[in-house]
């Protein structure tokens, strides 16, 4: 996997609509929560009382993000709720990614590393800052992203011995890599290559002509200063 200096300086999801899920909740079941960086503010799914038959065969819970240009690879952060209850916490995510929204890519796995989902050790919410995974390469470019959760630290809730399908998070953000390690302007390196928007609109071929800001030529983003 290549090893990139993190970088928060491009996230790729500023407005909740852009979030969706097949485990609908209530309450606290809203994305803005994810995307408002406190901690104190919670999204949580659905919380539905199940067997383990049920958990076994039910789909799991996921979160789909529609991006807002094609990405490739990009770093994923999150942060857990509640350092009192240890249940709920994403520990297994398993990343699938599409150019349409209805074929799926198999691409990635965050893995319980450790001990528990971050590396080092110890539940999410353990920690004093956020969680960042590795650098995630989807092998392509992709319009969605969808987090699956597979496992979460604990299937029943602190206090009781019901199992539940459910997971709760305070913090969640995709930031783009592609765009950190472009390269700054001149664009072309001699040859006649198009210039495009990021949203696929054709601009030309002299980079010395267009405004400062982010670019796409020869198949990758590029930054103009």
């Not at 919670?42 to 049920?54: I, K």
């Not at 929204?101 to 965050?110: F, I, N, P, Y």
């Not at 969680?131 to 206090?159: K, M, Q």
Request: charged share 20%; hydrophobic share 35%; with cysteine.
């Amino acid at each position: 996997t290549e090893v990139l200096p993190f970088t928060d300086e491009y996230p790729l999801i500023t407005d909740a609509k852009q979030v969706s899920t097949n485990h609908p909740g209530t309450g606290r079941a809203n994305f803005a929560n994810l995307l408002d960086s406190k901690a104190s503010t919670t999204y949580q799914t659905r919380s539905t009382l199940y067997t383990l038959a049920d958990i076994a065969t039910t789909p799991k819970p996921y979160i789909e993000v529609a991006l807002p240009r094609l990405v490739q690879k990009f770093w994923l952060t999150d942060r857990g709720y509640s350092t009192a209850n240890q249940a709920m916490r994403p520990m297994r995510i398993s990343i699938s990614a599409s150019i349409d929204g209805d074929t799926w890519t198999d691409c990635a796995v965050l893995m319980n590393i450790g001990n528990a989902y971050p590396d080092d050790g110890g539940a999410i919410t353990d920690k004093d800052a956020d969680w960042c995974s590795p650098l995630i390469d989807l092998g392509a470019a992709y319009r969605f992203v969808r987090l699956t959760i597979d496992e979460v630290n604990f299937r029943s809730h602190t206090g009781n011995g019901n199992l539940y399908n459910d997971f709760s998070i305070s913090k969640l953000q995709l930031y783009d890599a592609d765009i950190s390690v472009a390269i700054d302007s001149p664009v072309s390196d001699g040859t006649d290559r198009p210039i495009y928007t990021l949203d696929g609109r054709f601009v030309g071929h002299d980079a010395s002509r267009l405004q400062p800001g982010v670019y796409v030529s020869a198949g990758r983003k590029v930054i103009l200063r």
